[in-house]
């Protein structure tokens, strides 16, 4: 690829110097500025455009960024378009001759460029799946271990208790006996017999309270001594109980933490290995959408009304195909990328919301209503919240009645466990029976023409509303409007 390069870079060199020999020895200026000084200036372009697109094809291949692979392609065809040019600028055979090396060498160097890239995307693509399966294995091993685990500390909160009941048991029936006897023999007994057993009775108490660091410490040297020293051992033996654990959970927690942190990285690898396929599906476009464009700008003249047509038509067709790829790459986002805040003001949200449709609202003369301050600070994802919204306002827009100003209402219920916001429009509105239907990935209810749209929109609302515990569906007459309400659960945690 480098060499090719350099190739091109000399040729061009030897054209240019070719060409400022011409200038010094021409005798007509008007041949001069009409077609020498042209070509020369085209000759500099291309030879400034190997240098940026070798440069493109290499920032590709570090960052896997398909902004440069487009660069790449755009400089591509404007040096093909260049050389073009320069061949019907040519005043002799031997400026022909330059044009066809340079053109040789320029075909030359792109395909080797696209042998690079080619084996270098099939490279990430066979990492990318043997990220997927190692992200599977992870997934199914973890599922397991937590559960095992989870049913072992279960099973030892169980014991637990069990123990601590007996143990409370026992205690409150020494305590009891304890205080029987104390009464029963307080007449009887002097205070060095009496005074062990009120330290015997508190230390009891304190120990059963839960406090197992506590200690009796009793010297009598008969059998209040030794209940006193099965009380330290109880407590000692119950202490160690806790302590072991206490570890084992934060053993466990720790290893949890660092699978969710091995899980999160694999679903990173996984984010990008997504964007690499969705970029593979575009690249073919890409060339169809450069070749139109070509055909358009340098042969456009030459074709009758009906070749103009299919040009639109295969324009009009890599778009949407370019749309429904970067709709289909969007929802498959939406279940596993969450951000999930505290005290989101959905006021704030909807002002957001109205300030970037703020083009297409007043294009059409919409009336957007809706009672700033009237709805809550709630736990969501801002982003696919604001997702949210927009996507159904721009529907009410989208399907407003011709000759009638829309007028979109933007209302919100508190519910006990839930939010319920609705978007209701005054547009041609849903017959019942695609009511479930609309909701349904690339289900449209008009010829394509008719409106714009892929049919994604109201499928990534779904998911978004879904992901946060929440329902959609909407109430509409055809002709009549529609309402679409959705629910959003209280207290949702982040993920």
Same mark, same amino acid.
């Given at each position: 690829?480098?060499? %090719?390069?350099?190739?091109?870079?000399?040729?061009?060199?030897?054209?240019?110097?070719?060409?400022?020999?011409?200038?010094?020895?021409?005798?007509?200026?008007?041949?001069?500025?009409?077609?020498?000084?042209?070509?020369?200036?085209?000759?500099?372009?291309?030879?400034?455009?190997?240098?940026?697109?070798? %440069?493109?094809?290499?920032?590709?291949?570090?960052?896997?960024?398909?902004?440069?692979?487009?660069?790449?392609?755009?400089?591509?065809?404007?040096?093909?378009?260049?050389?073009?040019?320069?061949?019907?600028?040519?005043?002799?055979?031997?400026?022909?001759?330059?044009?066809?090396?340079?053109?040789?060498?320029?075909?030359?160097?792109?395909?080797?460029?696209?042998?690079?890239?080619?084996?270098?995307? %099939?490279?990430?693509?066979?990492?990318?799946?043997?990220?997927?399966?190692?992200?599977?294995?992870?997934?199914?091993?973890?599922?397991?271990?937590?559960?095992?685990?989870?049913?072992?500390?279960?099973?030892?909160?169980?014991?637990?208790?069990?123990?601590?009941?007996?143990?409370?048991?026992?205690?409150?029936?020494?305590?009891?006996?304890?205080?029987?006897?104390?009464?029963?023999?307080?007449?009887?007994?002097?205070?060095?017999?009496?005074?062990?057993?009120?330290?015997?009775?508190?230390?009891?108490?304190?120990?059963?309270?839960?406090?197992?660091?506590?200690?009796?410490?009793?010297?009598?040297?008969?059998?209040?001594?030794?209940?006193?020293?099965?009380?330290?051992?109880?407590?000692?033996?119950?202490?160690?109980?806790?302590?072991?654990?206490?570890?084992?959970?934060?053993?466990?927690?720790?290893?949890?933490?660092?699978?969710?942190?091995?899980?999160?990285?694999?679903?990173?690898?996984?984010?990008?290995?997504?964007?690499?396929?969705?970029?593979?599906?575009?690249?073919?476009?890409?060339?169809?959408?450069?070749?139109?464009?070509?055909?358009?700008?340098?042969?456009?003249?030459?074709?009758?009304?009906?070749?103009?047509?299919?040009?639109?038509?295969?324009?009009?067709?890599?778009?949407?195909?370019?749309?429904?790829?970067?709709?289909?790459?969007?929802?498959?986002?939406?279940?596993?990328?969450?951000?999930?805040?505290?005290?989101?003001?959905?006021?704030?949200?909807?002002?957001?919301?109205?300030?970037?449709?703020?083009?297409?609202?007043?294009?059409?003369?919409?009336?957007?209503?809706?009672?700033?301050?009237?709805?809550?600070?709630?736990?969501?994802?801002?982003?696919?919240?604001?997702?949210?919204?927009?996507?159904?306002?721009?529907?009410?827009?989208?399907?407003?009645?011709?000759?009638?100003?829309?007028?979109?209402?933007?209302?919100?219920?508190?519910?006990?466990?839930?939010?319920?916001?609705?978007?209701?429009?005054?547009?041609?509105?849903?017959?019942?029976?695609?009511?479930?239907?609309?909701?349904?990935?690339?289900?449209?209810?008009?010829?394509?023409?008719?409106?714009?749209?892929?049919?994604?929109?109201?499928?990534?609302?779904?998911?978004?509303?879904?992901?946060?515990?929440?329902?959609?569906?909407?109430?509409?007459?055809?002709?009549?409007?529609?309402?679409?309400?959705?629910?959003?659960?209280?207290?949702?945690?982040?993920?």
């Amino acid at each position: 690829m480098f060499l %090719r390069e350099s190739k091109i870079r000399k040729k061009t060199e030897s054209a240019i110097e070719y060409k400022d020999a011409l200038i010094k020895e021409a005798k007509n200026q008007s041949e001069v500025m009409k077609s020498i000084v042209p070509a020369r200036w085209i000759l500099m372009r291309i030879k400034g455009g190997i240098s940026n697109a070798s %440069r493109a094809v290499m920032n590709y291949l570090n960052g896997q960024e398909a902004k440069h692979k487009d660069a790449y392609s755009e400089l591509y065809f404007n040096m093909k378009k260049h050389l073009n040019n320069y061949r019907n600028l040519s005043i002799d055979d031997k400026d022909l001759m330059f044009a066809k090396e340079i053109e040789q060498e320029l075909d030359g160097f792109n395909t080797d460029v696209l042998g690079v890239i080619d084996r270098h995307d %099939r490279l990430m693509k066979d990492m990318g799946w043997i990220l997927v399966k190692l992200q599977d294995e992870l997934k199914e091993r973890l599922a397991g271990a937590v559960e095992t685990e989870i049913s072992r500390i279960e099973d030892s909160k169980s014991a637990l208790v069990k123990q601590i009941t007996t143990i409370n048991t026992l205690i409150f029936f020494i305590i009891g006996v304890v205080a029987f006897i104390a009464v029963f023999v307080i007449f009887y007994t002097t205070k060095s017999i009496t005074n062990p057993i009120q330290e015997l009775y508190a230390g009891a108490g304190i120990i059963g309270s839960g406090n197992l660091d506590h200690r009796l410490d009793i010297k009598t040297g008969d059998e209040i001594q030794d209940l006193a020293e099965g009380f330290n051992r109880m407590a000692g033996e119950l202490k160690e109980f806790y302590t072991d654990l206490e570890n084992k959970v934060k053993e466990r927690t720790i290893q949890l933490a660092e699978a969710n942190d091995a899980l999160a990285l694999k679903n990173k690898e996984l984010d990008d290995f997504t964007y690499i396929v969705s970029h593979d599906l575009k690249e073919p476009l890409r060339g169809v959408k450069a070749f139109t464009k070509l055909l358009v700008e340098d042969y456009s003249k030459k074709m009758d009304k009906e070749g103009k047509e299919y040009l639109e038509t295969i324009s009009e067709s890599s778009v949407r195909m370019t749309k429904l790829i970067e709709d289909l790459l969007n929802l498959s986002r939406v279940g596993r990328i969450r951000n999930i805040e505290p005290d989101v003001d959905i006021n704030d949200v909807l002002c957001d919301v109205k300030k970037n449709l703020g083009y297409s609202l007043e294009e059409k003369n919409v009336d957007l209503k809706f009672n700033a301050g009237g709805f809550p600070k709630m736990t969501c994802d801002r982003i696919r919240i604001s997702e949210v919204f927009s996507n159904l306002i721009s529907n009410a827009v989208k399907y407003s009645k011709k000759d009638v100003r829309p007028v979109v209402e933007i209302g919100y219920t508190d519910r006990p466990r839930f939010h319920e916001f609705y978007v209701k429009d005054n547009g041609i509105g849903i017959e019942k029976e695609y009511h479930d239907k609309v909701f349904q990935i690339f289900q449209r209810l008009h010829a394509k023409g008719e409106y714009e749209g892929t049919g994604a929109g109201l499928t990534i609302v779904k998911k978004i509303v879904e992901n946060h515990s929440g329902k959609i569906w909407v109430e509409s007459e055809a002709g009549k409007g529609s309402i679409f309400y959705f629910t959003l659960a209280k207290g949702i945690s982040g993920k």
